[in-house]
C-alpha cells in the first residue's frame, strides 16, 4: 500500500536558519504529493502541492520538488521565522479515494 | 466563516460513555472525512463519506458509528467510550478533483477519557 516516510522531529532552528524536511513515499501509479502545516491547537492546513513529476509547489516561501527518481518530495525554507513554529505533514493522494500522510514533524524556531 | 466546524473543541467524559461529535462545513464540498490524531500526532484517516455514501472505512471499532444527514454534515458517534479512545479528533472536507484534490480541516475535537 502507499506509505509516506518524514524525518522525525523535533526540529529545532534559530531564526533565519534553512530548513529542510525530508519526506520520501511509496506509491503505485502517479501519486499527487502534499505538505500540510498544523500551527499549535489548529487544525492541518495545505501548504503546498505538486501534483506530477518535476513540478515545484511553494507557498509562503516554502517549497518542495516532487522527485519521481528519488521518490521525495523536500520541504525548504530559506530563512525561517518565529510565527513558522508548528508540526508539517507530508502526504500523498494516489488512485485510491484516501490521503496517506506521513507522521508529522515537529519545527521549533527560537529567536 | 468558519469553512469546517467542529463542536464541542474539548470533550471530557467518564470510560463506558457514549458521547457525539458533530461537523458541519459550508465550502460545499461532496466529500467529508473524520480523522483521529493521537498523542504524539500521527493522522489516522477513520471514515470517508461522499454525498452522504461511505466510501472509506478502516479498520476501526464498531463502538464508532459515522452519520451523514446531508452532504455538508458528518457526525461521529462514539458508543462505551474506552480510555484509548482519548485523541484529537478532525473533520475535513474536500471537493473531488481526483489526485489533486486539498482536503480542508476542522479545528478539532480534543477528547479526554477518564
Known amino acids: 500500500g502507499d506509505s509516506v516516510t518524514q524525518m522525525e522531529g523535533p526540529v529545532t532552528l534559530s531564526e533565519e536558519a534553512f530548513l529542510t524536511i525530508n519526506c520520501t513515499y511509496t506509491?503505485?501509479?502517479?501519486?499527487?504529493l502534499f505538505w500540510y502545516v498544523q500551527y499549535p491547537g489548529e487544525g492541518l492546513q495545505l501548504l503546498l502541492k505538486a501534483t506530477k513529476a518535476d513540478d515545484k509547489g511553494s507557498n509562503k516561501g516554502f517549497e518542495a520538488t516532487y522527485r519521481k527518481e528519488t521518490t521525495s518530495f523536500h520541504l525548504e525554507k530559506g530563512s525561517v521565522q518565529v510565527s513558522d513554529s508548528a508540526v508539517y505533514f507530508c502526504?500523498?493522494?494516489?488512485?485510491?479515494?484516501?490521503?496517506?500522510f506521513g507522521t508529522g514533524t515537529k519545527l521549533q524556531v527560537i529567536p | 466563516d468558519t469553512a469546517v466546524s467542529q463542536t464541542p473543541k474539548y470533550l471530557v467524559t467518564q470510560m463506558g460513555n457514549d458521547k457525539s461529535i458533530k461537523c458541519e462545513q459550508n465550502l460545499g464540498h461532496d466529500t467529508m472525512y473524520w480523522y483521529k490524531q493521537d498523542s504524539k500526532k500521527f493522522l489516522k484517516i477513520m471514515f470517508s463519506y461522499n454525498n452522504k455514501e461511505l466510501i472509506i472505512n478502516e479498520t476501526v471499532p464498531n463502538r464508532f458509528s459515522p452519520k451523514s444527514p446531508d452532504k455538508a454534515h458528518l457526525n461521529l458517534h462514539i458508543n462505551s467510550l474506552e480510555l484509548g479512545d482519548s485523541a484529537v479528533y478532525f473533520c475535513a472536507s474536500s471537493q473531488e478533483q481526483g489526485r489533486a484534490e486539498t482536503q480542508y480541516f476542522g479545528p478539532g475535537t480534543r477528547l479526554l477519557v477518564l
Open positions: 506509491a503505485t501509479g502517479y501519486p499527487s
Open positions: 502526504a500523498l493522494r494516489g488512485g485510491y479515494q484516501k490521503v496517506t
